[in-house]
């Protein structure tokens, strides 16, 4: 299984981004995916998951801003980031558990099976 994230940049507090994650080497017909954050000094947190009946859970931080969506044509995973904040400023990754099902939510557990290398978001004043 390969995740490859991209979409990250630098961008002011206010703007937007679309990250990407591309995925190859699997095809499950029930599983979990989303995006996760780590800024530094901080612990790694879920910001959006997707569990592959459609099913989404978003931090509260990022509720009403963030949206994940899969494109199944492409195998992609999607998250397109409005009105970020300093706060949002972090390493964004992309991880999919195909085990997962149940505890698919923000909140769950966080020890996936599979990860992305990362891309770096950082909102500037």
């Known amino acids: 299984v390969k995740l490859v994230e991209s979409g990250g940049g630098s961008v002011q507090a206010g703007g937007s981004l679309r990250l990407s994650c591309q995925a190859s080497?699997?095809?499950?017909?029930?599983?979990?995916m989303g995006w996760f954050r780590q800024a530094p000094g901080k612990k790694r947190e879920g910001v959006a998951i997707r569990r592959s009946d459609g099913r989404v859970t978003y931090a509260d931080s990022v509720k009403g801003r963030f949206t994940i969506s899969q494109d199944n044509a492409k195998n992609t995973l999607l998250l397109e980031m409005n009105s970020l904040k300093l706060e949002d400023t972090a390493m964004y990754y992309c991880?999919?558990?195909?085990?997962?099902?149940?505890?698919?939510?923000?909140?769950?557990?966080?020890?996936?099976?599979?990860w992305g290398q990362g891309t770096q978001v950082t909102v500037s004043s």
């Open positions: 080497g699997y095809t499950y017909s029930s599983n979990c």
């Open positions: 991880a999919t558990d195909p085990g997962t099902w149940t505890l698919c939510y923000v909140g769950g557990p966080t020890d996936f099976a599979y």
